[in-house]
């Protein structure tokens, strides 16, 4: 069991996304009519923003400013103060996450913008790490920089589901994409 539970913790960004998921699917579930793709979208993007995003960076937040030196170990990295700058972004990162849940779909997109920002540019710097300085940490090039480059695409891509084609806008009363 010791060893589930650190291979989920070592792997964070993946084993919160796929709680996102698992949270999608119990609550379509619960629905008791048909499902509509607008609902199914809803469902997905709004989990994935309460796991993939604000439970993730929550995490992220923890490790990095109360468990620093254990938090650079897993990166390959040495110990910084740039750790708590981190893990501070990634609070805010958090909170925005969790006020999207059930937030406008700008607060939504913003929720995604601003960590697709940063994993992005987290994931360049992972690169550079491995090639120039040959770390492959799992902190540094294991599951956490494939996510870094994953998460956003599939919050964009999840946005889109939502609010992208006209007629899920129509069939919600929703104002077209980014405007509420």
Not at 10 to 29: D, E, Q
């Given at each position: 069991?010791?060893?589930?539970?650190?291979?989920?913790?070592?792997?964070?960004?993946?084993?919160?996304?796929?709680?996102?998921?698992?949270?999608?699917?119990?609550?379509?579930?619960?629905?008791?009519?048909?499902?509509?793709?607008?609902?199914v979208a809803?469902?997905?993007?709004?989990?994935?923003?309460f796991f993939?995003?604000?439970?993730?960076?929550?995490?992220?937040?923890?490790?990095?400013?109360?468990?620093?030196?254990?938090?650079?170990?897993?990166?390959?990295?040495?110990?910084?103060?740039?750790?708590?700058?981190?893990?501070?972004?990634?609070?805010?990162?958090?909170?925005?996450?969790?006020?999207?849940?059930?937030?406008?779909?700008?607060?939504?997109?913003?929720?995604?913008?601003?960590?697709?920002?940063?994993?992005?540019?987290?994931?360049?710097?992972?690169?550079?790490?491995?090639?120039?300085?040959?770390?492959?940490?799992?902190?540094?090039?294991?599951?956490?920089?494939?996510?870094?480059?994953?998460?956003?695409?599939?919050?964009?891509?999840?946005?889109?589901?939502?609010?992208?084609?006209?007629?899920?806008?129509?069939?919600?009363?929703?104002?077209?994409?980014?405007?509420?």
């Amino acid at each position: 069991m010791e060893q589930i539970i650190t291979l989920a913790l070592s792997n964070f960004t993946l084993t919160f996304f796929l709680l996102g998921l698992i949270a999608a699917f119990v609550a379509l579930l619960r629905r008791p009519r048909l499902l509509s793709r607008v609902v199914v979208a809803e469902a997905l993007l709004s989990w994935f923003l309460f796991f993939a995003l604000g439970v993730t960076f929550l995490y992220n937040f923890v490790m990095h400013v109360f468990f620093s030196e254990m938090a650079a170990s897993f990166i390959g990295w040495q110990t910084s103060p740039f750790q708590k700058e981190v893990g501070f972004a990634s609070f805010g990162f958090s909170v925005v996450g969790f006020l999207a849940f059930k937030g406008s779909a700008g607060a939504r997109l913003a929720a995604v913008i601003g960590p697709a920002c940063f994993l992005w540019g987290a994931a360049a710097g992972h690169a550079v790490q491995i090639v120039e300085a040959h770390n492959y940490a799992p902190g540094n090039a294991g599951v956490i920089f494939y996510t870094d480059i994953l998460i956003p695409l599939v919050g964009f891509a999840l946005i889109w589901m939502r609010y992208g084609a006209a007629g899920s806008m129509q069939e919600t009363g929703q104002t077209p994409a980014f405007e509420n």
